[in-house]
């Protein structure tokens, strides 16, 4: 069993294997499960979010407070005019994500990666990849497990809840997780996967969870529309060879330090930052009334 | 590890908008339905903290009442729950407590159907997991690592032995486990926790055997 990223880069090192693998067989061993059973359970969850971010991109999502949806679609229709200033896939990847946390925020069906607050990352950037690396569907369950194995590292040794760790733990999180799927999805080395999630984990350090009227809305779409871009960017810094000063294990400790230094105003008690602005106190009277929460 | 599973990381797949107060609140109602083992006719759900502040933002209350509709945490029918729940004629009543419980994430679920009670205490303790705390006056500690299963029973000889022989049967290892009851000869508790998932057939065959009143499971 893995604890760290480097133990888990030691196994991929000493068998020759990738890092999706090395998921694979600690879960088979651990629940004493079939390899067919794991990718089996993967395969269906892989659906739910094609499900998610199709339903996000094409239909008019409204969450039941009216304050996200249509967001996704919107982006999405503007990337086909072919008139974008970041490019297709970035924005692609923008789009999916958002579009699966307007379908979260409008109480539909999602798969949480790691949490449901940060749900558009992973597969935002995974069907973003899809046009571009042309991946079987075993390569895109893969991609899953390899997002798993980090997220499985920070959920163990630092946290995965806004909660608990700020925002950083949940987007933080699932950015650093996708950038280091995407590497190995494009065919880069472990070692690489391990750099990208260091980088982006580390440009998302100090992200405060601050829900306006304590809703998973506002500012958590847009930040997974933040944490999608900084994944794909992360993700080929890797891939031209630049390296994290700080080992990813070392980033990920500071996150976990930082999110426990954080005040509780700031760590998803509506109490403060974007929930505290004086437009986020009207919004959430707005919806809720005068009612104290 | 808190978190042993990939599964806990990519999923569960759930209903939106959050896996502690949606999910979580979801799977606490279900146990809560699978213990009490039929429609009940009225349900009392007191929140603590976390969802006493913020239930109706995150649709925790829907998501508990279609637990105890029977609901798993990724069905559609969730939003509309408080809805068929009156079609049902399932009188639903939230109270908000004031004062702090042990966890943020608190809730007590009070439920009845003619003369038959039952009140459960559940805690969800983020990622969708939860844990039963108490569970009609019995008292709880469960780590919430590992897969666990609740059997009320009888306090008869032999009733332990009988579950422990049928997970033996389908080589599952037990982990940790408890017993309590609330006076000798009366009515009883197991916690069981194990390494493996429990399927539903063995549950079901677990639930048939002499002097065991109701069983169900907590994760999956």
Not at chain 1, 149 to 155: D, E, H, L, P, T
Not at chain 2, 125 to 132: D, M
Request: net charge negative; with cysteine.
């Amino acid at each position: 069993m893995f604890h760290s990223v480097k133990e888990l880069l030691e196994i991929t090192e000493k068998r020759n294997i990738p890092i999706s693998e090395v998921m694979i067989e600690q879960e088979m061993e651990i629940h004493n499960r079939t390899r067919d059973e794991i990718i089996a359970q993967m395969d269906k969850n892989l659906t739910v979010m094609e499900q998610a971010v199709e339903r996000g991109i094409k239909e008019e999502v409204k969450s039941v407070s009216g304050l996200t949806g249509g967001d996704g679609k919107k982006l999405y229709n503007y990337i086909q005019t072919n008139d974008t200033l970041a490019g297709p896939l970035l924005l692609d990847a923008v789009a999916k994500a958002m579009a699966t946390n307007e379908v979260n925020a409008a109480m539909g069906t999602i798969c949480a990666t790691p949490t449901a607050g940060s749900a558009g990352v992973v597969p935002g950037v995974l069907f973003s990849l899809k046009d571009k690396l042309k991946p079987e569907r075993e390569d895109m369950i893969r991609f899953l497990f390899t997002s798993g194995a980090f997220g499985f590292v920070v959920a163990n040794n630092a946290s995965i809840s806004g909660a608990a760790g700020g925002c950083q733990a949940e987007v933080g999180s699932a950015a650093g997780m996708a950038a280091a799927a995407a590497v190995e999805m494009a065919g880069g080395t472990p070692k690489q996967s391990a750099e990208a999630m260091a980088i982006t984990l580390k440009n998302m350090l100090g992200l405060v969870c601050d829900p306006v009227a304590g809703l998973v809305e506002v500012p958590c779409v847009k930040r997974n529309a933040a944490g999608a871009s900084n994944a794909i960017v992360s993700a080929d810094l890797a891939l031209a060879g630049i390296e994290s000063r700080i080992p990813a294990d070392e980033v990920i400790d500071a996150m976990y330090r930082i999110g426990q230094s954080m005040p509780s105003a700031l760590r998803e008690t509506a109490e403060g930052g974007l929930a505290a602005t004086p437009t986020g106190r009207r919004l959430q009277k707005e919806i809720f009334g005068s009612k104290p929460r | 590890m808190k978190f042993r599973s990939v599964f806990d990381i990519i999923g569960p797949v759930m209903v939106g908008p959050s896996s502690s107060h949606t999910a979580g609140a979801a799977r606490i109602g279900l146990v809560a339905r699978h213990l009490f083992q039929t429609q009940p006719e009225w349900a009392d759900i007191h929140l603590y903290g976390s969802f006493a502040k913020t239930y109706q933002g995150h649709g925790t209350d829907v998501a508990l009442v279609g637990g105890i509709l029977g609901f798993d945490t990724d069905d559609p029918r969730i939003p509309d729950a408080l809805k068929m729940a009156e079609e049902k004629g399932m009188k639903v009543t939230f109270i908000e407590e004031k004062d702090d419980h042990d966890h943020p994430n608190t809730v007590r679920i009070r439920l009845g159907k003619g003369d038959d009670r039952m009140e459960l205490v559940g805690i969800s303790i983020g990622g969708g997991k939860v844990e039963v705390k108490e569970l009609d006056g019995f008292k709880l500690r469960l780590s919430g690592n590992h897969p666990a299963i609740l059997v009320v029973h009888n306090d008869r000889y032999g009733a332990i032995a009988s579950v422990a022989a049928a997970l033996a049967e389908e080589e599952i290892n037990i982990g940790h486990m408890e017993v309590s009851r609330k006076d000798k000869g009366k009515e009883a508790l197991m916690v069981i926790e194990v390494d493996q998932n429990v399927s539903t057939e063995l549950l079901k065959k677990i639930g048939s055997l002499s002097a065991i009143e109701k069983v169900t499971k907590i994760h999956d």
